[in-house]
């Protein structure tokens, strides 16, 4: 029996080979003529007026907070509020920074609640952190409307949302920071690597600093000087070593390519799991907010006995996923805030099989096994 993964990344080999073949050749492999040719892409297809390419999507959240932290004078142990039910790299960066995470909780989507955001804040609340499960944008535009009235930062920790529009315009613009991820798994795959879309030319700037270790000068743009001392810059302050490269620049064009004609390929996935599913007594697929065109980076369902039903799952070849585990099950976020509907979903939540390689058979598989097995 063929087994159907949670996640089978698809690449066009030829194209992209191409494309790093040419990094190869031109010597240029590091931060160079790709990674500039693939932010001007992805502007242009997103209309986000800046971006800057990046090693991976975790050093895109931990500098986005280093740099609103430096930028508005946040002070050691002021709050972001957060989310439980994501990868824990997002909580992570808020760390990093010797910044608090504040857990709310989640609503229908398992985004945050604005309900919920709106009681955790405090004093010491600095910026939100939204997460778009699964591509959805949730209760985003209400998110997004509190930070304005409260005077806080919107971080949107899209790594599940490229390809999502709402309202017509693809996702970004609402935050004061968006990252997308570009993690091989991701709807645009490419190794590892990420994206950094500030508002402003400023910020954008100082991203690129920040990503060079303070260096106000990257080696591809001294080269490309006409200044006849190449080899002087200045160091501004510590940064870090965050920025991509033109090889997954290069395979990322590639995928870009087919952004579009993939994420409208998972949406029908997503319909035939809608039709295979409906009316299945004991399975609660997780709903998308009505105000987007999501990316489908997750379809999700809930269901009593989860572990039990994964197992039976994975005993019929089928190997789905949990996105994700509240966090406050872990050690080092046990101290937060009770969230129920995170911990709820938690114990229930299933990620079915999602990619570009399934077909309508595959699909009808898993509804088939997966009401069999939740029937008992």
């Known amino acids: ?30 931060l160079g003529f790709k990674t500039a040719a693939f932010e001007e892409a992805w ?8 971006a800057h390419f990046l090693s991976s999507a975790t050093a895109g959240l931990h500098l986005a907070i280093r740099m609103l932290k430096e930028r508005y004078r946040w002070q050691d142990g002021d709050e972001i509020i957060s989310t439980p039910l994501t990868f824990v790299s997002g909580n992570h960066a808020i760390l990093y920074e010797r910044l608090r995470p504040v857990f709310a909780d989640v609503d229908e989507y398992l985004c945050l609640d604005p309900s919920s955001v709106a009681e955790r804040i405090t004093p010491r609340t600095r910026a ?38 709402m309202q017509g315009r ?12 570009f993690h091989a798994v991701k709807n645009l795959p490419t190794a590892d690597a990420g994206m950094i879309c500030f508002p402003d030319a400023d910020a954008d700037a100082a991203a690129r600093r920040w990503t060079w270790l303070g260096i106000d000068k990257d ?34 064009l590639v995928s870009l390519k087919y952004l579009e004609q993939d994420n409208a390929y998972r949406r029908q996935i997503a319909d035939w799991y809608d039709e295979g599913l409906a009316g299945a007594a004991g399975i609660e697929a997780v709903p998308m907010s009505l105000d987007c065109e999501p990316a489908r980076h997750l379809y999700q369902v809930q269901v009593d006995r989860r ?22 099950l872990y050690g080092m976020y046990a101290d937060q805030p009770p969230c129920p509907r995170a911990r709820r979903a938690s114990e229930r939540i299933i990620s079915l099989p999602l990619h570009v390689r399934l077909d309508r058979g595959d699909v009808a598989r898993v509804c088939d096994t997966l009401r069999s097995v939740v029937r008992g």
């Open 1 to 30: 029996m063929k087994p159907i993964h949670l996640f089978v990344p698809t690449f066009r080999v030829e194209e992209c080979l191409d494309e790093v073949r040419e990094c190869l050749e031109k010597g240029w492999p590091g």
């Open 43 to 50: 502007k242009a297809h997103t209309g986000l007026p800046y």
């Open 128 to 165: 939100i952190n939204f997460v778009g499960l699964g591509g959805n944008t949730g209760r985003l535009a209400d998110i997004t409307r509190l930070c304005r009235e409260r005077g806080l930062k919107l971080i949107l920790d899209a790594a599940h949302m490229t390809g999502t529009r």
């Open 170 to 181: 693809h996702v970004g613009g609402e935050g004061d920071v968006s990252v997308f991820s």
């Open 219 to 252: 080696t591809f743009a001294r080269t490309n000087s006409d200044s006849s001392y190449k080899w002087y810059y200045d160091v501004q302050h510590v940064g870090f070593k965050y920025h991509g490269n033109s090889i997954m620049a290069g395979i990322g």
């Open 307 to 328: 572990d039990d039903v994964m197992v039976a799952l994975n005993q019929a070849q089928i190997f789905p996923g949990v996105h994700y585990r509240d966090n406050t």
